[in-house]
Every structure is written in structure tokens, then in C-alpha cells.
T-cell receptor, first 111, second 116 residues
Framework: GENVEQHPSTLSVQEGDSAVIKCTYS??????FPWYKQELGKRPQLIID?????GEKKDQRIAVTLNKTAKHFSLHITETQPEDSAVYFC??????????FGRGTSLIVHP | SAVISQKPSRDICQRGTSLTIQCQVD?????MFWYRQQPGQSLTLIAT?????????ESGFVIDKFPISRPNLTFSTLTVSNMSPEDSSIYLC?????????????FGSGTRLTVV
């Protein structure tokens, strides 16, 4: 089955800096890569996703890149704000659309 | 996009008892998923529930411990049976954001279970 590795497990940045979270996946058949943000005590929320036919996707301060050859994808957050502090999960899924999640990255943005 | 109502939001249960968690979706969905999330950990898929058929369980999870019902396309229950303290966790149900789209998933608000 699919295996998703996510790094780092914790990321601490100053407000205004950029943050990058990286994930690798094992199944070359995976074709859909969503990212979720989970604030403390709340449910995971989908923030951005990318499909295997696209190399990059942006939504305001958030961007995701995908390298199919290397089987890795990354989340980029620019101009970080304290409200970006949360746990971020990457995921990968294939034809079944059932996602396999990474272990999560705790992002801390210091004011 | 689909909206899920999950209940109870939390419960404290005695070991050896069972708890049934309910998820109601505001639209018809083919697949519903049940996850467990232990504190500070990732999401672990317990099983996939399809209407009209037996649930499909992931490795390490069995029907006797986590029976699932899926009586129609908008509702599902997960029961945690014969509970022990190791079952203390957050349980979440999930469905596709837009049924059949393959466009990500939305989650219920979760059930925080504490077994004493």
C-alpha cells in the first residue's frame, strides 16, 4: 500500500517568514495530493490540493508543488501569520480516492 | 460541499462498555470513512463503509471490535466495543467534499472518547 513520509514534525518560524513542509510517497499510481490544516481541538480542514497532471498550484499565501518523478510534494506558506499555527497533514491517494496521511507537521508562528 | 454532523462530541466511558458514534451527512455519499486520531498523532483509517455492503476494515481493526452500520447513503455509525483505556482517542468520520469528485474529504467534528 501507499506510504507517506512527512517532514519536519515540528516547524517554528517568525511571523512574516516562509514555511515549507515536505512529503514523499511510495505508490507511483497515486494521483491526488491534498493538504489539511488542523487547529487544536478542531477537525482537519482541506486547504489546498494538487493532481498529478499539475506541477504547482497557488491560493493566495499557500502553494503546493509536485514532483512526480521524485515522488515528493511540498506545501509552501509565505508571509506566515500567527493564525497559521496548526498541525498540517499531507496525504496521497490513487484510484480508490482513499487517502493515506502523513504523520503531520506542527507549525508554530511566533509573533 | 458535504456537511457532517457527528455525535456525541465527547464521552467518558467505563471499561468493558460500548459506545456508538453517529455521523449524519447532508447529502448522499457512496463511501464514508471512519478514522482514529490519537493525541498528537496522524489520522488512521479504521474502515470504509459502503451502503448495502459490509464495511472494509484496515489492518489491525476488526469488525467485532468496531462494528459499523451504513443503513442509507446519508448515515453511518461506528461502535467501539468492550472498551479499554487503549481505545481512548478521537474518532472522526469523513466523506468526499463533493461526492464522486475525488476532490478531497471533509471531516465530522470528532468524538473525543476517554475510557476509564
Amino acid at each position: 500500500g501507499e506510504n507517506v513520509e512527512q517532514h519536519p514534525s515540528t516547524l517554528s518560524v517568525q511571523e512574516g517568514d516562509s514555511a515549507v513542509i515536505k512529503c514523499t510517497y511510495s505508490d507511483s499510481a497515486s494521483n491526488y495530493f491534498p493538504w489539511y490544516k488542523q487547529e487544536l481541538g478542531k477537525r482537519p480542514q482541506l486547504i489546498i490540493d494538487i493532481r498529478s497532471n499539475v506541477g504547482e498550484k497557488k491560493d493566495q499565501r499557500i502553494a503546493v508543488t509536485l514532483n512526480k518523478t521524485a515522488k515528493h510534494f511540498s506545501l509552501h506558506i509565505t508571509e506566515t501569520q500567527p493564525e497559521d499555527s496548526a498541525v498540517y497533514f499531507c496525504a496521497a491517494s490513487g484510484g480508490s480516492y482513499i487517502p493515506t496521511f502523513g504523520r503531520g507537521t506542527s507549525l508554530i508562528v511566533h509573533p | 460541499s458535504a456537511v457532517i454532523s457527528q455525535k456525541p462530541s465527547r464521552d467518558i466511558c467505563q471499561r468493558g462498555t460500548s459506545l456508538t458514534i453517529q455521523c449524519q451527512v447532508d447529502s448522499q455519499v457512496t463511501m464514508m470513512f471512519w478514522y482514529r486520531q490519537q493525541p498528537g498523532q496522524s489520522l488512521t483509517l479504521i474502515a470504509t463503509a459502503n451502503q448495502g455492503s459490509e464495511a472494509t476494515y484496515e489492518s489491525g481493526f476488526v469488525i467485532d471490535k468496531f462494528p459499523i452500520s451504513r443503513p442509507n447513503l446519508t448515515f453511518s455509525t461506528l461502535t467501539v466495543s468492550n472498551m479499554s483505556p487503549e481505545d481512548s482517542s478521537i474518532y472522526l468520520c469523513s466523506v468526499e467534499v463533493l461526492a464522486g469528485s475525488g476532490n478531497g474529504y471533509t471531516f465530522g467534528s470528532g468524538t473525543r472518547l476517554t475510557v476509564v
